[in-house]
């Protein structure tokens, strides 16, 4: 059972381009999450979906960023026009949908913007 | 004031001593969880806990619920346990994690 995939590992973009992550949640998870860490800054919550809902969004910046969890494939965190701000290590956590608290996370995918 | 607290905020320690890193929240919470990530790496679930004790290894947690309080211990330490390590809370079943800033560990040899 292979664990939460994510892709791509690293990822570089110029100033206004567009960044999608991808994340495969372990088979059977339905709810994933999706969290950033900013340099030297402590992991921040940024999206909470399940299969094509969106449940909890309040750490989402209100402008550029979307995120999907489509019926079928992986989840996508999008980020439009991209600044240097962005930059950072995108983490998704996926868990199962019983009742508990397992989660598991992803490798995480770094996003430099130049 | 963050929901999560973590002490020290960095450490280092000598090969075979003992550790003890610790987490206050001031929450309620149904769980809370300690995670490693060593740099430039993904993130590692040590340990869940909503009541008492947990060991795996070398490693142990446990958690005051009244006191709103949790510790990691480290037994034996050893320079490959080098990493940061995260303290997180879920205020309910399946809800979203409140992380600490974490404790970054260097043990030398």
């Known amino acids: 059972n292979a664990g939460v995939m994510q892709n791509p590992r690293h990822l570089v973009r110029r100033r206004g381009q567009e960044a999608r992550l991808r994340c495969s949640p372990m088979?059977?998870?339905?709810?994933v999450y999706w969290y950033r860490q900013l340099p030297e800054e402590g992991l921040k919550f940024m999206v909470y979906l399940q299969k094509e809902n969106i449940i909890d969004e309040s750490g989402m910046p209100k402008e550029r960023f979307s995120a999907e969890f489509p019926k079928e494939g992986p989840s996508i965190l999008r980020i439009q026009q991209v600044v240097r701000g962005d930059s950072a290590a995108y983490f998704c956590?996926?868990?199962?949908?019983?009742?508990?608290?397992?989660?598991?996370f992803g490798e995480g995918s770094w996003l430099t913007v130049v | 004031k963050n929901e999560v607290e973590q002490s020290p905020q960095n450490l280092t320690a000598q090969e075979g001593e003992f550790i003890t890193i610790n987490c206050s929240y001031s929450?309620?919470?149904?769980?809370l969880h300690w995670l490693q990530q060593h740099p430039g790496g993904g993130i590692v679930s040590l340990f869940m806990?909503?009541?008492g004790k947990k060991k795996h290894g070398r490693l142990i947690a446990t958690i005051n619920i009244q006191e709103k309080h949790s510790s990691l211990h480290i037994t034996a330490s050893h320079p490959r346990d080098s990493a940061v390590y995260i303290c997180a809370v879920g205020k309910s079943s399946g809800d979203k994690l409140t992380f600490g800033t974490g404790t970054r560990l260097a043990v030398r040899p």
């Open positions: 956590a996926s868990s199962p949908p019983s009742i508990g608290n397992t989660i598991y």
């Open positions: 806990l909503s009541s």
């Open positions: 929450v309620g919470i149904s769980a």
């Open positions: 088979k059977g998870h339905s709810h």
